[in-house]
């Protein structure tokens, strides 16, 4: 008889984790308080007092509420003046929209290859990537985990390059004390439906330097002048890329959430990892004193495949599943992805490159045979929760045989 779930055994867990999003009497309230003030858009009182809670949340000096995490990144890059012909430092393993913001500008995305023990962009290979027309890198703080902020901000400022947080993971998260979003030029958060503070849909940028917020905003406004009277009047090309006042009110109201959620994923998180480490077929990220919080938008770790007699990444994922853990295997290296591939892609920025001939070590690792994620609301549940996911492993590594 199988004990493996997999196999037709009983799985080791049938109850559900912690749903998401989370919600209660606070944002009934305030979907009443919206419908009823009959503002339901346009840069009402809503977004206005949630642009200034969530910038000094992140402690940026500005912020812009936004329809999404994407159009985001589109606006920080066109406010900065980045096109064509200009390039972009980006890491391949990351959310297509890092990406494609830099394609949907005119620029052409330049793939810097991750650290193995963090799956960011790793800063001691973005030097052999800089060219004379590189302006920008975009760091990814993936799943919460803050990049190494003091490498990336000297190369930047040695090669007078900009830097944009791609904080859509990381909402709360800090490096040596300072929250993201607010070291770059500018951050780009998402309040998509899966994110750790979400409205459905919802973006956002943080920006410190006063010129830049004006231009963004402007941008996001469909090119009205910050300090413009005349409504019909457009001073640059902008778009509209408002936020409603739904969706504030709804983030305000997960903002008071916010914190203790994180103080209980974070405090998960060390548990799991300090069980997984004595795992033989699996191995937590590395440690790093200098991330002083961690949204853990995911809970990533690694399979080590030749720990469990060569069972594919694949398997061990379904059998997890089976065993009452849901899991992913992550994302998949961009560059070889057919947005890249495309004509259009060549017409518009003019690149190059051959993307599908790139290959970058760490990357495909992580996206091919070692990554494993958890989401976040796995992260939410009590010890016992915990102590199944670590109790699933042991079993699928205890009986491999099953199988193989
Ligand atoms: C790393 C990263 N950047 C950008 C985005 C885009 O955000 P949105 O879905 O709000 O457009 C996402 C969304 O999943 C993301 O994960």
Redesign the pocket.
Known sequence: MAKLALKGGNPLRTEKFPSWPQYGKKEREALDRVLESGVWGTLGSEVNKFAKRFAEYQQAKHGICVT??????EIILRGLGIGHGDEVIVPPY?????VS?VIFVGATPVFTDIEDGTYNIDPEKIEEAITPNTKAIIP?H?GGRACNMDRIMEIARKHNLFVIE?C??AHGSEWKGRRVGSIGDAG?F???A??NLTAG???FITVNDTNLYEILWSIHHCGRDYHGKVWYDHVRIGTNARMTEWQAAILDAQMDRLDEQIEKRMANAQYLNSLLSQIPCVEPMVHDDRITRNSY?LFIFKYKSEACKDLPRETFLKALDAEGIPCSPGYISLYKQGMLQTEEMKRITGSKIEYSKLYLENTEKASTKEGVWLTQNLLLGEKKDIDDIANAIIKIYENVDELL
């Open positions: 999404n995490g994407t159009v985001t990144l990351t959310f297509n929209a890092t913001s990814v993936i791609d859509a993971h780009s998402s309040f998509q899966s994110k849909e919802g973006g938008h």
